[in-house]
């Protein structure tokens, strides 16, 4: 979800990108290997080192150790991301994917919730919070992410993976620390 909020914020806000459209590859890679791949093969490594049952970590414990690296992995993609001729907004916006992280790996300690949900919430909070604070035009694709994260959550219930409640929290958990951290990073 991260590199998805990244490449959608770059797409619909062009006041956050300073540099050439040709050499976002560049950075569409690094966030792809920090956010995706990095976290799949820690996740299949310890799998196999029998850490890990399946990779759809049922129980809350085994989600522990995954989101511990993970969050390690998005600090890399922060410091490399802070480091390019971005917008402010962009590095507000990680920082409330970091958080999110944060907050989830924390309340897995006592609770099971949906980390799906807390990233389509993060995704839509990003781009409510862009179309506030640049004043853009997208009711079409905010709409288009309810009814995926609708979509999404109706599908983990459905598998009995999580409760209504569990859902619920994370979708509200996303959303309100990547528009929070968006809104409330730029003003400060």
């Not at 976002?24 to 791949?37: D, E, H, K, Q, S």
């Not at 970091?98 to 839509?124: D, P």
Request: a positive charge; proline letters at 5%; glycine letters at 10%.
């Amino acid at each position: 979800m991260p590199l998805l909020t990244i490449w959608l914020a770059l797409s619909v806000d062009p006041q956050l990108g300073y540099f050439l459209p040709n050499s976002r590859w560049l950075l569409y890679t690094m966030l792809g290997i920090m956010t995706v791949a990095f976290p799949i093969t820690s996740a299949l490594l310890l799998m196999r080192a029998g850490v890990l049952s399946s990779l759809e970590m049922p129980t809350r414990q085994e989600r522990i150790a995954p989101y511990v690296m993970t969050l390690m992995y998005f600090g890399m993609a922060y410091y490399l991301l802070h480091r390019t001729p971005l917008h402010p907004a962009v590095d507000a916006l990680f920082i409330g994917i970091l958080c999110a992280l944060a907050a989830t790996l924390l309340i897995t300690f006592w609770w099971k919730i949906s980390a799906h949900m807390v990233g389509i919430g993060g995704v839509i909070g990003a781009m409510l919070g862009l179309s506030i604070l640049h004043g853009l035009p997208l009711l079409p694709l905010l709409a288009l992410l309810v009814i995926c994260a609708g979509l999404l959550g109706t599908a983990r219930l459905l598998s009995s993976d999580h409760t209504q409640g569990q859902i619920i929290a994370g979708v509200a958990l996303g959303w309100c620390c990547t528009q929070g951290a968006l809104l409330l990073g730029l003003i400060i």
